[in-house]
């Protein structure tokens, strides 16, 4: 199943916070986030590995939360280029390969 | 850098003609993805393939096949298009060596694909 994203969309004006929440229904060992900006491929951000553990990009950073089965995106004093579709990930491992199932994406607009 | 290309960024066909994406990447990757994006549906994934001549289906293949003959290209194919794919296509690549950081992917830049 996919993990919901909550909001679906979002409009900040810029320096305005932000948080992306993603939510799985089964057990999670990582959550991936992607960043897909307008007319542009989706780009890798960061994999959260432990629950708790928080990373940063810039001034993007998140939290993951094993036993919630939760991950949640931080935008702190969002930018102009902060502007695009973010995608959670949740690798589901084959037995072949791992792959990774998104969320359905959260819109994110920072206006002047 | 990671480099992954699409054949085309946009196209355009008809209900009932056969449709090829193809997708090539530069790193060596183990892994590749085709994935159809749609608005509010997400990225969802069609096939991926571990190997040369392996794959496996992903979450929404029907109506599609793939072909990957060698470890660099992987191609989409729409056997009898219809206008219910019309969609963006996405390609990724990933390295595949069974390390959690390895899991992340390198998209290609998409082919806006409209089936009449």
């Known amino acids: 199943q996919q993990p919901v994203q909550s909001p679906q969309a979002v409009i900040l004006r810029e320096g305005e916070d932000a948080v992306i929440n993603c939510s799985s229904s089964k057990a999670l060992y990582s959550v991936h986030w992607y960043r897909q900006k307008h007319g542009e491929a989706p780009v890798f951000l960061m994999i959260?590995?432990?629950?708790?553990e928080q990373k940063g990009h810039d001034k993007i950073s998140a939290s993951f939360n094993e036993k919630k089965q939760q991950s949640s995106l931080y935008l702190t004093a969002s930018q102009l280029s902060y502007s695009g579709t973010y995608f959670c990930?949740?690798?589901?491992?084959?037995?072949?390969?791992?792959?990774?199932?998104f969320g359905t994406g959260t819109r994110l607009q920072v206006t002047l | 850098d990671v480099k992954v290309t699409q054949s085309s960024r946009y196209l355009v066909k008809r209900t009932g003609e056969k449709v090829f994406l193809e997708c090539v990447q530069d790193?060596?990757?183990?892994?590749m993805f085709w994935y159809r994006q749609d608005p509010g549906l997400g990225l969802r994934l069609i096939y991926f393939?571990?190997?040369?001549?392996?794959?496996e289906k992903g979450d929404i293949p029907e109506g599609y096949s793939v072909s990957r003959e060698k470890k660099e290209r992987f191609s989409l194919i729409l056997e009898s298009a219809s206008t219910n794919q019309t969609s963006m296509y996405l390609c990724?690549?990933?390295?595949?060596?069974?390390?959690?950081?390895?899991?992340?992917?390198?998209f290609g830049p998409g082919t806006r694909l409209l089936v009449l």
């Open positions: 990724a690549s990933s390295w595949g060596r069974w390390g959690v950081e390895e899991e992340t992917q390198y």
């Open positions: 959260l590995l432990k629950g708790g």
């Open positions: 393939s571990y190997d040369v001549k392996m794959k």
């Open positions: 990930g949740t690798p589901s491992p084959t037995g072949t390969a791992s792959k990774l199932t």
């Open positions: 790193m060596d990757h183990e892994n």
